[in-house]
């Protein structure tokens, strides 16, 4: 079976792209560098170096997707912050480019289109676990608005054109490979810096906010098997979250060290995913461990 992974040298995408190799099937990696780096493409797979945003973006994606059955959409500007910083960049790359892709998908009759949405769609919502339907979408950042509105267009074009899309919903994604330097950067790996320069952790707010933390496997499972699934997803939409959360000063006390208040910023209080239907629709179950991997982390940090 043929695949794309659009955004494939970046941090989720590139583990997607090497799962998917690992099993046999052929991959095309389409990503412009701009948060990934070359290395981080297995050298099985396909590259086009390429921005999805370029005024081409249409046709030159159509070309390249021509016998492909399954696209794997993670391209993005990702992160909270920097959107507020620069929202006109990032509408171009979270929506512009999304439709873009979408687009050509539509052209060439992909199967389907499996899309990186975000969990910072549900804003400072007051539902815990907050569950997908039913839940008031009031995204706080540029960036929560534009995932939001990359997986309406999902829907769309599943609703008005066929072309079968499914949404996964992240919540906070850790793990192997995540940025470790720039405004993409997790806590985990700010902390991570932080801890391995015997730096202060530096905080905002009062540290008491609380995150459902998500192992990247965990979403390259999820991936797989909404892109798997042999019945058409419609643009359903699912939560990918471990179930669980902690408080940014629970994650500091894992870190251990002193601790540094930086400043007071506009945020979700809490994240916590009610993971029920993933886990029912595709038998999907979260194997991360947030205390495990950073000691783990910690020592690799150390070495």
């Given at each position: ?186 806590v985990i790996s700010i902390f991570g810096e932080q801890y391995k320069l015997d730096k202060p952790l530096t ?46 000063n629970e994650v500091m006390d894992m870190f251990g060290g002193p601790r540094e208040f930086l400043e007071n ?12 239907k993933l886990r029912e629709k595709f038998g999907w179950e979260p194997k991360g461990d947030l205390p495990t ?11």
């Open positions: 079976m043929k695949h794309a992974v659009i955004g494939g040298a970046g941090f989720i995408g590139h583990h997607i792209v090497n799962k998917l190799i690992e099993r046999g099937d052929d991959v095309i990696v389409i990503d412009n560098l701009s948060t990934g780096t070359c290395e981080n493409v297995n050298e099985k797979a396909k590259f086009h170096q390429f921005d999805i945003t370029d005024s081409v973006a249409v046709k030159v994606i159509s070309d390249l997707l021509y016998g492909v059955d399954t696209v794997y959409l993670t391209a993005a500007l990702a992160r909270v912050q920097p959107s507020m910083v620069d929202p006109v960049t990032f509408n171009k790359v979270n929506v512009n480019g999304v439709l873009n892709v979408l687009e050509a998908c539509r052209k060439v009759k992909v199967r389907r289109v499996v899309y990186s949405a975000s969990s910072s769609a549900y804003g400072d919502t007051n539902v815990f676990p907050t569950p997908e339907e039913g839940t008031e979408k009031n995204p706080l950042s540029p960036y929560g608005l534009q995932k939001y509105i990359g997986e309406q267009y999902c829907k769309l074009y599943s609703q008005i054109f066929d072309l079968d899309t499914v949404s996964l919903r992240y919540f906070n994604v850790y793990g192997e490979g995540m940025p470790l330097e720039g405004a993409y950067r997790t905080y905002t707010n009062d540290g008491e906010q609380r995150r459902d933390f998500t192992y990247v496997m965990d979403v390259v499972a999820a991936n797989i098997l909404a892109g798997d699934n042999l019945y058409p997803l419609n643009g359903d939409v699912f939560n990918v979250g471990n179930g669980d959360n902690f408080s940014v910023r506009i945020e979700p209080n809490c994240t916590l995913a009610d993971n029920s991997f950073i000691e783990r982390y910690k020592k690799d940090l150390k070495s």
